[in-house]
């Protein structure tokens, strides 16, 4: 199994952190943020991963390396001094996708879900006619209004109840190469609007911790949490 993780932004909202550091490699009691999606992967019996690169790219790559400490096979997609935002990043890993279903996973964030669900949710989405299932969480005071409403498992836009997206999901290739705005740049949200108005993008809602790593606060609350420990 496959799966993407998005590690090319700027980290902007957490300077200074990220003066030096590229936000994928800020530590939680002492790990990598994105050491523990990797972990979580391998365990979880994936093989290949592929890491979209921009800023400080270098540093992630010499940290990862070909992934085979952690039981995977890493590849990188280097997208230059200006990330391409999620929606280009996918795009431009179409190849290497070979139109089978995949995980992806935002570097920037920390939880404890388990990755056996992610690849239970790939077996799933290949079956059906859809083209992604999001990980859904409750709304953090960040986000107040939520991303998205959830009609048995299919998403809607946020009305009535509401739920935020977590960063991690599954989707076919189709997703992005079927739509028909895709771009060199542009935001993943554009797809999922586009195909959710076509009731093809399901969810699910998560229960566990779940932190958008967004604040150098946010970063240093996890320190002394028994979160951290996951």
């Given at each position: 199994?496959?799966?993407?993780?998005?590690?090319?932004?700027?980290?902007?909202?957490?300077?200074?952190?990220?003066?030096?550091?590229?936000?994928?490699?800020?530590?939680?009691?002492?790990?990598?943020?994105?050491?523990?999606?990797?972990?979580?992967?391998?365990?979880?019996?994936?093989?290949?991963?592929?890491?979209?690169?921009?800023?400080?790219?270098?540093?992630?790559?010499?940290?990862?390396?070909?992934?085979?400490?952690?039981?995977?096979?890493?590849?990188?997609?280097?997208?230059?001094?200006?990330?391409?935002?999620?929606?280009?990043?996918?795009?431009?890993?179409?190849?290497?996708?070979?139109?089978?279903?995949?995980a992806m996973i935002s570097a920037?964030?920390?939880?404890?879900?388990?990755?056996?669900?992610?690849?239970?949710?790939?077996?799933?989405?290949?079956?059906?006619?859809?083209?992604?299932?999001?990980?859904?969480?409750?709304?953090?005071?960040?986000?107040?209004?939520?991303?998205?409403?959830?009609?048995?498992?299919?998403?809607?836009?946020?009305?009535?109840?509401?739920?935020?997206?977590?960063?991690?999901?599954?989707?076919?290739?189709?997703?992005?190469?079927?739509?028909?705005?895709?771009?060199?740049?542009?935001?993943?949200?554009?797809?999922?609007?586009?195909?959710?108005?076509?009731?093809?993008?399901?969810?699910?809602?998560?229960?566990?911790?779940?932190?958008?790593?967004?604040?150098?606060?946010?970063?240093?609350?996890?320190?002394?949490?028994?979160?951290?420990?996951?």
């Open positions: 199994m496959k799966a993407i993780i998005f590690a090319a932004g700027k980290g902007e909202r957490m300077r200074p952190l990220t003066d030096q550091t590229p936000k994928p490699l800020l530590t939680v009691n002492g790990k990598a943020l994105i050491d523990f999606h990797l972990e979580k992967l391998a365990k979880a019996g994936f093989s290949q991963v592929i890491i979209n690169l921009a800023y400080k790219g270098e540093m992630i790559k010499h940290h990862c390396g070909n992934g085979h400490r952690y039981g995977l096979a890493i590849e990188y997609s280097e997208e230059g001094p200006e990330p391409l935002e999620t929606g280009g990043a996918l795009n431009l890993c179409l190849p290497w996708f070979q139109n089978q279903c995949f920037d964030i920390y939880c404890n879900f388990d990755y056996v669900n992610l690849a239970q949710r790939i077996r799933d989405l290949e079956s059906i006619d859809a083209q992604a299932n999001l990980a859904l969480v409750a709304n953090p005071d960040h986000n107040p209004k939520g991303d998205f409403s959830l009609q048995h498992d299919t998403l809607r836009l946020a009305h009535q109840q509401t739920y935020t997206y977590s960063g991690i999901g599954v989707a076919k290739p189709t997703l992005i190469d079927h739509f028909p705005l895709k771009r060199q740049r542009f935001p993943l949200r554009e797809a999922f609007y586009y195909w959710l108005d076509k009731s093809k993008v399901h969810g699910y809602l998560c229960s566990g911790f779940w932190s958008d790593v967004g604040t150098p606060a946010r970063l240093e609350a996890l320190q002394s949490s028994p979160t951290g420990t996951h």
